[in-house]
């Protein structure tokens, strides 16, 4: 017979529940070669002497073949269970993408005897190939070993005397526990919650660290005074230890994205989506599952759910809503601006106005407004009022105290005024692509986005290139930095390789290349200027980047402070229903209207650009240019910007003021050479100066370089 060559790549104990059961589980990883490779003569022959019915074990290094095996490996393990004692159990199996290897798991229930049985898989699947006919005899002595060993401890998966929230997904999922834990702690409960972070009790620290798996669980909830758990709970812990509670009363999945996979044995979306639908099968009946309802394999997770499904979505048409509230279930989302629940009881509840909820960003942060939704609703489930959920949430800040390294903004002074920089731990292509979207929000036009981007070792290449691609359309500088303690085994050069492919298929190339990310904030903040924005990705040197930027001057800006910067980067002012009142009405009354407005407000451009543009209308040109100057002096940002230009231009031309008009109007093609409005006032201008042939030549260049017709091209160069 062929070699079976078995090799036990894991014996791992699952303490909690787990990908194969919703109890204790024994996991063995193995690796069987030689059973993949067999003739299939061998195997049928095996498959018999087991006892296996309906036997069709495939080819050689098929995926049928891998299943065969998965199906061989159970019956060992069922057979072993029945000569150690325990009777009939269940054995369950998965294959890999390799149809050599496959896992299978069976339950425990003393931690010895589980690791004996474990270890014992490999040897008696390898001696029962090599010898079928002695199956017997080697059940016999691979049992006598598995009783030899101390049987050791029961299961310690935690059983929580408190009510529990287990909040799961790629992404959200640190800003949801935190905003969770606050929102109870505004309501008067005593609120311990563990993390990626670490662990803490009423905002003070127990642990710091990596504690999102089973350990960070028994320790938030150890603590007499607790009365209410709010558990992260990453992939990593659900793999290689299993949940760290027996169930719980709320369980959140905030999304389903491309992070790590190729590890573990997870190797798509679908097997990831599994994973974080575990603490959905555990949820009491009586307790709700809060799913992201625009995420499909999130919303899938409902059939599989043990307790009442609670959807959230960003769009109020979103079908499943409805499917939710017929279903017996409750719906939270965004109407009129507002978190709003809906329990098919009456009308929609509204909890609170997003204008009101700081983590939103002015409404620029979409995540973070599903995170909102999220939290609310698994803070309602958990029994909170909707008065105490709007408390909380109208206090919970986007600063490093509340949610460190997650959309944290600063104001950073440059010598011709101020850029702003946000950091946040975008650790995968959706991070990266929500923080692009809020530094998008905030930059001013004809300004710059940069980022920073590393990254990390263990994402796949494909991974990598896709940061990349989402770098390259969403920053116009990218700036490669090295992430030392996330290599897990790459080369950095190897890393930056596979991001610099992605830039490039998109048309991009980095930047500049730093060393670690200290270094990267004192190099690009040189090269910063007014209106810019730094997307800066904090990873491993978080509290050295957040204390260089104490130590050079940066601003934390508060919630109402970001809104501002919305607001001023979309080109709107906290004063434009009073301009449009005043341009409504008469132009002598809008004039004087905007002239005690500039005497109230001396120092701000857009208020004089206002007021230029209602001399222009009144007539006044000469006073119209001169007000125009002002506000173009006191720094006016775009899109008035070029308004105030042009205007100023057109002004002196009206006026007679031609080689004033001609000259502003030439630097404006120049400024801004993609608009056909200075392109025509150039042209106009260059007639009223008697260039006649200038302004037909700037004229007919302009259109031609601006064509879209590919057929216009062969012509350009004839034709200028």
């Known amino acids: 017979m062929t070699a079976p060559t078995v090799a036990v790549s894991e014996v791992r104990l699952l303490e909690g529940p787990n990908l194969y059961y919703t109890r204790p589980a024994v996991k063995v990883m193995l690796r069987v070669e030689g059973m993949a490779e067999a003739e299939r003569a061998e195997c049928l022959r095996v498959a018999e002497l087991l006892g296996l019915p309906r036997t069709v074990p495939g080819r050689p290094g098929t995926q049928q073949r891998s299943r065969f095996l998965v199906r061989l490996a159970r019956r060992v393990i069922r057979a072993l269970g029945r000569e150690v004692g325990l009777g009939e159990i269940t054995a369950r199996g998965r294959t890999g993408d390799d149809p050599a290897d496959i896992t299978v798991a069976f339950r425990w229930w003393r931690r010895g005897t589980g690791e004996a049985m474990g270890r014992a898989i490999g040897p008696l699947l390898e001696a029962m190939w090599a010898d079928p006919e002695r199956f017997e005899e080697q059940l016999e002595q691979a049992a006598r070993q598995v009783l030899a060993a101390d049987p050791g401890a029961e299961p310690v998966a935690f059983r929580p005397k408190v009510p529990v929230v287990s909040v799961t997904g790629t992404n959200g999922k640190t800003t949801t526990t935190r905003l969770l834990a606050h929102i109870a702690m505004e309501a008067g409960r005593t609120a311990a919650w563990s993390s990626t972070d670490g662990v803490l009790r009423q905002g003070e620290w127990l642990v710091r660290g990596d504690y999102s798996g089973p350990s960070g669980a028994r320790l938030a909830l150890e603590g007499p005074e607790v009365e209410v758990g709010i558990l992260e709970t990453a992939r990593g812990g659900l793999l290689q230890k299993g949940m760290g509670v027996r169930s719980n009363d709320v369980s959140v999945v905030t999304n389903v994205s491309a992070d790590h996979l190729g590890s573990h044995g997870i190797n798509t979306l679908d ?395 030439r630097e404006l093609t120049e400024r801004y050479d993609d608009s056909a409005a200075a392109a025509a006032l150039a042209a106009l201008t260059a007639l009223d100066a008697g260039r006649p042939e200038r302004a037909a030549t700037d004229a007919v260049e302009w259109l031609l370089h601006h064509s879209t017709h590919p057929a216009d091209w062969e012509f350009t160069g004839r034709l200028v």
């Open 271 to 665: 097997q990831l989506a599994e994973v974080k639908g575990i603490i959905t099968r555990v949820t009491r009946p009586s307790g709700w599952v809060v799913l992201n309802a625009d995420d499909p394999r999130v919303w899938d997770m409902r059939h599989r759910a043990t307790g009442q499904v609670w959807a959230f979505s960003l769009d109020p048409a979103n079908p499943a809503l409805r499917a939710a509230v017929e279903g017996g279930g409750r719906a939270m989302t965004v109407l009129d601006e507002s978190v709003a629940m809906i329990t098919g009881v009456g009308d929609p509840r509204h909890v609170v106005p997003l204008a009101e909820v700081p983590m939103t960003l002015g409404g620029l942060s979409r995540p973070n407004v599903a995170n909102v939704l999220a939290a609310a609703a698994a803070a309602i489930g958990l029994g909170l009022s909707r008065e105490e959920v709007a408390a909380g949430l109208r206090t919970f800040q986007p600063d490093r105290h509340h949610n460190p390294a997650r959309m944290n903004t600063f104001r950073w002074r440059v010598p011709d005024g101020e850029a702003t920089i946000v950091c946040d731990l975008a650790h995968n292509e959706a991070g990266v692509e929500t923080l692009l979207e809020v530094a998008r929000g905030l930059v001013l036009p004809g300004s710059e986005v940069h980022l920073t981007l590393g990254g990390l070792g263990d994402r796949t290449d494909e991974i990598l290139e896709a940061m990349g691609v989402v770098a390259g359309r969403g920053a116009d500088r990218t700036h490669l930095v090295s992430k030392d303690h996330y290599l897990r085994g790459r080369e950095v050069e190897e890393v930056f390789d596979h991001l610099r492919t992605g830039l490039a298929s998109v048309g991009q190339v980095p930047t500049a290349t730093w060393p670690d990310e200290v270094a990267a904030l004192a190099g690009v903040t040189e090269m910063l200027r007014d209106g810019d924005v730094l997307a800066f990705t904090v990873h491993d040197r978080r509290d050295e980047d957040l204390a260089w930027l104490d130590e050079h001057g940066a601003e934390e800006l508060s919630a109402e402070e970001v809104a501002r910067l919305v607001k001023r980067s979309r080109g709107q002012h906290e004063l434009d229903a009073c301009f449009t009142a005043l341009a409504e009405g008469p132009t002598p009354e809008r004039v004087s209207g905007l002239r005690e407005l500039v005497a109230s407000r001396p120092g701000d451009a857009r208020v004089r650009f206002e007021l230029a543009r209602a001399l222009d209308a009144a007539g006044e040109a000469d006073q119209a240019i001169a007000t125009h100057e002002e506000a173009l002096g006191l720094g006016l940002r775009e899109p008035q910007r070029f308004v105030a230009l042009m205007e100023r231009a057109m002004a002196a031309r009206a006026g007679g003021r031609v080689a004033e008009a001609s000259t502003w109007a």
